[in-house]
């Protein structure tokens, strides 16, 4: 197996990433997750787009261009003989004594490597667990510092629930590691992208494909309490896709079905693959 370790393509066995690497120190870096069908990256653009936005919006002078990452993913996915899976790149602002202070002489360090097609629960959807949104203030931002998103995943596997649907003081924003979207009378309703949320690539492909049906969109925040009378719920991330949520628990409970405005967008999409 290889990975890509400061733009090279090595075996994984070889690879060498520093102590010293500030995303080590501080999560001082940005990432993207691509998903891979049948040989071909989805939405590479959109990926790269929104990983020079995170590291424009971090101050992390970014010199590779958007074709040289094309090409990096290409052969490492040539490399590893990837059908459906997905890649994950990193770029860390680099490596240098541990110091707060970070300077703009840094040469960003990429690395990267493939992984396996996730597993499905489209057909059955999830639980999902109603917590806090304890994160910091630019969610927007696409930061391998994870902490308020993995902790909020756990307490939700700890419920039995697949993923953790955030609020903060009320108002719903996202899920530790998805977008959510309600209907209620056949609209869809999903906070709008502002600083509180990730604008996922696939909330954003799944709005064109709403639009371009006819569905209406409403992108307004909306207070966790409509959870629990929403006609239908689903997420939406790179690997998961679209999943119907089909109970909520934790600080709001519910069931609902698997809707019509769900199973549709979900054909849209897979149409769209
Ligand atoms: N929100 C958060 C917090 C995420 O971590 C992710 C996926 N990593 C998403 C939303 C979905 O984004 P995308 O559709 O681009 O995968």
Redesign the pocket.
Known sequence: NYVLDNMKIVPENTAVIQPNDRSYHFGDGVYE?VRVYNQKPFQLEA?WE?LFQSSKKLDINLTVSANELTNATNELLEKNQVTDGAIYIQVSRGATPRNHLYSREETPIITGFTMNAPKSKQEEGISAWVTDDMRWLR?DI?TVN?LG?IMAKREAADADCFEAIMHRDGTVT??????LFLVNDGTLYTHPATNL????????VVIDLANKAGIQVVEEAFPKDVLDHADEAFI????SEVTPIVEFKGQVTATMPIGPVTKKLQALFKDLI
């Open positions: 997750v990926h929104r969610c696409k994870l998103n996202e899920g530790s590691s998805s977008n949320i990730l604008n996922g690539i696939t909330r954003q939406t991330s790179t690997t």
